[in-house]
């Protein structure tokens, strides 16, 4: 897929939300996951949606389920979940 070009039904991640939550860089992550660092940049961007394999890796580095990780359907902002358990 042309990285410039984005996919036509979007695929939501919070990549960049858990890379910032363990204080590690693109190119940390990119490296546990055998890719390049641009191709991180592009998922968290939404210029690029990741194939199956590495959307699996990505959720094995997180130690979390795919669907906590990517979404069809944009993520609520994580503030949402807490400000409402009062």
């Known amino acids: 897929m042309n990285p410039k070009k984005r996919p036509t039904i979007p ?12 204080d590690m860089t693109r ?7 055998d890719v390049n660092p641009q191709t ?6 939404g210029d690029h ?3 199956l394999d590495l959307a699996m890796r990505i959720c094995e580095v997180f130690e979390l389920p795919v669907e906590a ?7 609520e902002p994580m503030s949402t979940h807490i400000y409402n358990q009062g």
Do not use: D, T
């Open 11 to 22: 695929i939501f991640n919070r990549v960049r939300l858990l890379r910032a939550e363990r």
């Open 27 to 33: 190119a940390q992550l990119a490296a546990r996951v």
């Open 40 to 45: 991180i940049g592009a998922l968290e961007r």
């Open 49 to 51: 949606s990741p194939s």
């Open 69 to 75: 990780v990517f979404s069809r359907k944009q993520f």
